[in-house]
T-cell receptor, first 114, second 114 residues
Framework: DTAVSQTPKYLVTQMGNDKSIKCEQN?????MYWYKQDSKKFLKIMFS???????INETVPNRFSPKSPDKAHLNLHINSLELGDSAVYFC?????????????FGPGTRLTVL | AQSVTQLGSHVSVSEGALVLLRCNYS??????LFWYVQYPNQGLQLLLK??????LVKGINGFEAEFKKSETSFHLTKPSAHMSDAAEYFC????????????FGQGTILTVHP
């Protein structure tokens, strides 16, 4: 009965590779987010989708491409991975009809680029 | 633009002592304020949120926070620390037409000594 799930939990890969992280929520929410937590634990938003439409697109290298096939899923594809991409990536979801757009977070995906 | 500053990257208390984690925010619109907790190798869990209905907000696990507009602060407190409170705590702000985008502080690691 996991609310927001991410796969994989850990991802270790070489520089230059392409990888994807998947996120799914079963809360019935219509808005999903990707956040990046760097090695200093600083959390920063990357993208957000509302009803499959991109609504937040922060300054992120275009090697990162989010895709939302439906309201319950938001995937993150990363091309040509670099050392600096090593971080923990968190997915979150919320309802645009809910007061404060309260967000529920997934467990995170720890990406290590060697 | 919104920002959050958490004073003190590390706070250490004895079990049973008062916990005080400081958060100051900057926002050009009425803010929505949140405190999240992150246990080691886990995702973020919402502790409490400021809804503008009351300046003193009670959350889970005995935590509470007071919104002070004049001081642009939203400090988190707990009267008596427990060993299980050891974690990293994040203050966050959203508001206006930001589609729920959360801007996080740098985080404060709370250590509880027996």
């Amino acid at each position: 009965d996991t609310a927001v799930s991410q796969t994989p939990k850990y991802l270790v890969t070489q520089m230059g590779n392409d990888k994807s992280i998947k996120c799914e929520q079963n809360l019935g929410h219509d808005t999903m987010y990707w956040y990046k937590q760097d090695s200093k634990k600083f959390l920063k938003i990357m993208f957000s989708y509302n009803n499959k439409e991109l609504i937040i697109n922060e300054t992120v290298p275009n090697r990162f491409s989010p895709k939302s096939p439906d309201k319950a899923h938001l995937n993150l594809h990363i091309n040509s991975l670099e050392l600096g991409d090593s971080a923990v990536y968190f997915c979150a979801s919320s309802s645009s009809g809910a007061y404060l757009w309260e967000q529920f977070f997934g467990p995170g995906t720890r990406l290590t680029v060697l | 633009a919104q920002s959050v500053t958490q004073l003190g990257s590390h706070v250490s208390v004895s079990e049973g002592a008062l916990v005080l984690l400081r958060c100051n925010y900057s926002s050009s619109v009425p803010p929505y304020l949140f405190w999240y907790v992150q246990y080691p190798n886990q995702g973020l869990q919402l502790l409490l949120k400021y809804t503008s209905a009351a300046t003193l907000v009670k959350g889970i696990n005995g935590f509470e926070a007071e919104f002070k507009k004049s001081e642009t602060s939203f400090h988190l407190t707990k009267p008596s620390a427990h060993m299980s409170d050891a974690a990293e705590y994040f203050c966050a702000v959203s508001g206006g037409t930001s589609y729920g985008k959360l801007t996080f502080g740098q985080g404060t690691i709370l250590t509880v000594h027996p």
